[in-house]
């Protein structure tokens, strides 16, 4: 029987990554526009390319980019990057179909939820409560938390003691194999990947269910507690 369910944010709640895509897009036209002279392309390159070494959720981001191609940071330039980033953010900043649905029918069953994120502890509350999704979780585990980022045992080892669940009890639900599907399954949790969320071209990825909409998973536990 499943008493609860793990869910990662990004890319199995949200997608994040169409919101960073969009954010990133909007701020390069606005530091061009501020006099920026360089081809939207590459410097939306030169972005991802800090992002993917030091972090998706780098805070200085602009900063960094700013200074590697050209030896200074231009407070204009900075400042235009930054409100066009966090215009397009807000604008973005939505939940996949079918969420809350989901998470109502998972409370009407009598399964509690929490979270499991690699994020630091305040964006991950700053998603969580900006998605209105606060009142549907009975603990949040970040980075902060632990120190250690998926598949380390450690964020899961916490968040079943958080929930005072076994692994058996518990299904985790999160897109990327490596991380969410392969630390939950080391320590005995049921898993299934958010496939909508796909953002590795994963082929196989090792989980027990595969969800094509997160509403599947209601199905899926129903079925579980069934048996």
């Known amino acids: ?35 920026l002279t360089m081809a939207k392309e590459d410097l939306r390159e030169k972005i991802f390319e800090i992002y993917w070494k030091e972090g998706i959720e780098d805070q200085n981001i602009f900063d960094k980019v700013l200074m590697k191609e050209f030896g200074k940071v231009d407070p204009k330039i900075l400042a235009a990057g930054i409100i066009g980033y966090k215009r397009a953010k807000e604008g973005h900043f939505t939940l996949y179909p079918h969420v809350k649905m989901a998470l109502t029918d998972i409370l009407k069953m009598g399964v509690r939820m929490g979270v499991v994120s690699d994020a630091p502890r305040l964006s991950v509350w700053l998603r969580i409560v900006g998605l209105g999704l606060h009142h549907f979780f009975d603990h949040v585990v970040t980075f902060d938390d632990t120190g250690e980022k998926k598949p380390s045992p450690k964020p899961f080892k916490k968040i079943l003691s958080l929930m005072k669940c076994e692994p058996a009890e518990t299904i985790m639900v999160g897109d990327w194999a490596e991380r969410d599907i392969k630390g939950a399954k080391a320590l005995g949790m049921r898993t299934a990947w958010a496939k909508y ?30 048996a």
Do not use: C, W
């Open 1 to 35: 029987m499943v008493k609860a369910v793990i869910l990662d944010i990004d890319n199995t709640l949200m997608d994040f990554m169409r919101m960073k895509r969009a954010a990133v897009d909007a701020a390069a036209d606005a530091m061009i526009d501020a006099g």
């Open 197 to 226: 969320g796909n953002e590795f071209d994963t082929p196989v990825s090792g989980a027990d269910f595969e969800l094509n909409d997160i509403y599947d998973l209601v199905g899926i536990l129903k079925e579980i507690n069934a």
